[in-house]
């Protein structure tokens, strides 16, 4: 999908402040991080610098083809009404069964109090209407591609 002007306008003037061009085969995807009700607020959190990883399922990515996240990636992450608010950049990717994974990535993810209960609840939530398109019967069954990110650009 081709870069809004105001998209592509924003990756410029990234382009033009970043210490080494972008490596090559990177790819840029733009969105909003979650959905229209929580973008701003997660989007506050990586610029505070307290949300510095997000994680989908595996069978989600599967579902709608979209490629798994790679090392060196960028995201323009936009807020609720579309505006480009930051970038980020992939700095690692982990892949776990839900059951298993580690209480550092809740922390990593800084949402509510950092736990991994509350991460399982709220993940449990959010991925919850859409477990049977990605052909999941439950969420235990999920794989977590967890991604890390560095912020690059504000």
């Known amino acids: 999908m081709p870069l809004s002007p105001e998209q592509e306008r924003y990756w410029r003037a990234y382009l033009a402040a970043a210490p080494a061009p972008p490596e090559q085969g990177c790819s840029v995807v733009v969105g909003a991080p979650g959905n229209d009700e929580n973008a701003d607020m997660l989007l506050e959190l990586y610029l505070l610098g307290k949300k ?62 950092l736990t991994l209960d509350y991460w399982r609840s709220s993940h449990t939530r959010f991925f919850a209407p859409y477990l049977q398109d990605w052909g999941l ?15 690059v650009y504000a």
């Open 52 to 113: 510095t990883a997000g994680s989908g399922l595996l069978e989600e990515y599967l579902a709608v083809g979209e490629p798994l996240p790679r090392i060196g990636d960028r995201w323009i992450a936009l807020d609720s009404q579309g505006r480009p608010r930051c970038i980020l950049r992939t700095v690692r990717v982990e892949t776990h069964r839900f059951l298993d994974v580690p209480e550092r990535i809740a922390v990593a993810e800084g949402e509510g109090d």
């Open 137 to 151: 019967s439950k969420i235990e069954d999920a794989t977590v591609v967890t991604e890390f990110f560095e912020l």
